[in-house]
């Protein structure tokens, strides 16, 4: 199984600020037939289900602000919030979908300072 | 409208069983693999079982293998999953989600409690 491990644990940034979660995969991601990596990151605020942010760890969903953006390659990602907002105060998670079981990462909890 | 909608939660014995569905409408539900993932109160989400968009694909982790099945009928735009044997670890909120690379339409849960 891919294990999925993310830093920090937690972060409190100041309004208008960066924000920068990492995530690490315990074996590369990266899909072969379309030479893009299997990597999502998710927002999730209290009482709501997940909502997909990233996926193939750069590209944006539609309707997400572009202050959110994903980097990275292989086995090392990142998401950037490049000027945090209030209504961004929430647990983030990153998921590789490259194989199954399609594992999580533990959760970022981000606050305002 | 793009949309999940989960059913079946509930409070049920160690032991026991319970049968969750998912109804999806707004989108060509036979195109798409789909996945149920768990929450437990407080902690992370653990991705539980998929099945591949016709149905002949599926995929579970170790913790519910042998114990869960899931199934789709697409001519009914549902997805299911039938839980047996269920432990107090089960306990969790129940999430469909439709994968397209990411999984980017969810449920919005459905709660199960195992509990004597």
Redesign the interface.
């Given at each position: 199984?891919i294990v999925m491990t993310q830093s920090p644990d937690s972060l409190a940034v100041s309004l208008g600020e960066r924000a920068t979660i990492n995530c690490k995969s315990s074996q590369s991601v990266l899909y072969s037939s379309n030479n893009k990596n299997?990597l999502?990151w998710?927002q999730?605020k209290p009482g709501q289900?997940?909502?997909?942010l990233?996926?193939?760890a750069s590209?944006r969903?539609s309707g997400v602000p572009d202050r959110f953006s994903g980097s990275g390659s292989g086995t090392d990602f990142t998401l950037t919030i490049s000027s945090l907002q209030a209504e961004d105060v929430a647990?983030y998670?990153c998921?590789q979908?490259y194989s199954?079981?399609?594992?999580?990462?533990?959760?970022t909890k981000v606050d305002i300072k | 409208e793009v949309q999940l909608l989960e059913s079946g939660g509930g409070l049920v014995q160690p032991g026991g069983s319970l049968r969750l569905s998912c109804a999806a409408s707004g989108f060509m539900f036979s195109n798409y693999a789909v996945s149920w993932v768990r929450q437990a109160p407080g902690k992370g989400l653990e991705w539980v079982s998929a099945v591949s968009s016709g149905g002949g694909g599926t995929y579970y982790a170790d913790s519910v293998k042998g114990r869960f099945t899931i199934s789709r009928d697409n001519s009914k735009n549902t997805l299911y999953l039938q839980m047996n044997a269920l432990r107090a670890e089960d306990t969790a909120v129940y999430y469909c989600a439709k994968r397209d690379g990411g999984f980017n339409i969810w449920g919005q849960g459905t709660m199960v409690t195992v509990s004597s």
């Open positions: 199984d299997s999502a998710y999730q289900p997940p909502k997909l990233i996926h193939w590209t969903e647990v998670y998921q979908y199954t079981p399609f594992t999580f990462g533990p959760g | -």
